[in-house]
T-cell receptor, first 113, second 110 residues
Framework: GAGVSQTPSNKVTEKGKYVELRCDPI?????LYWYRQSLGQGPEFLIY????????DSGLPNDRFFAVRPEGSVSTLKIQRTERGDSAVYLC???????????FGPGTRLTVL | EDKVVQSPLSLVVHEGDTVTLNCSYE??????LLWYKQEKKAPTFLFML????IEKKSGRLSSILDKKELFSILNITATQTGDSAIYLC??????????FGTGTRLQVFP
């Protein structure tokens, strides 16, 4: 596709449920990043992948959050036992290689009731 | 601890005005600084700055970086209503992590 795509665009879930958020990077981009943006704040880094491996996962808030990129393209962010504080917009970005410009997708708005 | 401060937090202007948005930073292992425009959800890339004192321009927008004083500015001349958005400053570390400020909300009225 032309840009980074993310699905779903909106997700409403109940506290305690499991959710998966998907990111399709720009074709050929080797680096993929996840950020989380709360209302009124700038995006906060969660994790990034170089190829299939997580190069830096220091931004994941706790062990309920996990992300994978098994074939070096699509990535899934998984959140277990969701809490109301997880409500935010989850943004994905990709770059041709590490140190190149990061291009963002439209985000997934997660609401935990 | 890494720190990015953008000012002003909010700005209201009329079409045709010129605005200057500020970004100061303290980031370890600094590599470059990026500016993004965010209208709804997706931040849209504007500029990447890696060298001090070299202005980058794109139409009515321009930006410059001062690595000694640790700040960057984004200028928009002859503002239009379509410039209304949140402008985000994001220094990047060598590790490639972007550290975002809270942004400047610009509103341009006709």
């Amino acid at each position: 596709g032309a840009g980074v795509s993310q699905t779903p665009s909106n997700k409403v879930t109940e506290k305690g449920k499991y959710v998966e958020l998907r990111c399709d990077p720009i074709s050929g981009h080797t680096a993929l990043y996840w950020y989380r943006q709360s209302l009124g704040q700038g995006p906060e880094f969660l994790i990034y992948f170089q190829g299939t491996g997580a190069a830096d996962d220091s931004g994941l808030p706790n062990d309920r959050f996990f992300a994978v990129r098994p074939e070096g393209s699509v990535s899934t962010l998984k959140i277990q036992r969701t809490e109301r504080g997880d409500s935010a917009v989850y943004l994905c970005a990709s770059s041709l290689k590490v140190s190149d410009t990061q291009y963002f997708g439209p985000g997934t708005r997660l609401t935990v009731l | 601890e890494d720190k990015v401060v953008q000012s002003p937090l909010s700005l209201v202007v009329h079409e045709g005005d010129t605005v200057t948005l500020n970004c100061s930073y303290e980031v370890t292992n600094f590599r470059s600084l990026l500016w993004y425009k965010q209208e709804k959800k997706a931040p849209t890339f504007l500029f990447m700055l890696t060298s001090s004192g070299i202005e980058k321009k794109s139409g009515r927008l321009s930006s410059i970086l001062d690595k000694k004083e640790l700040f960057s500015i984004l200028n928009i001349t002859a503002t239009q209503t379509g410039d209304s958005a949140i402008y985000l400053c994001a220094p990047a570390r060598n590790t490639d992590k972007l550290i975002f400020g809270t942004g400047t909300r610009l509103q341009v009225f006709p």
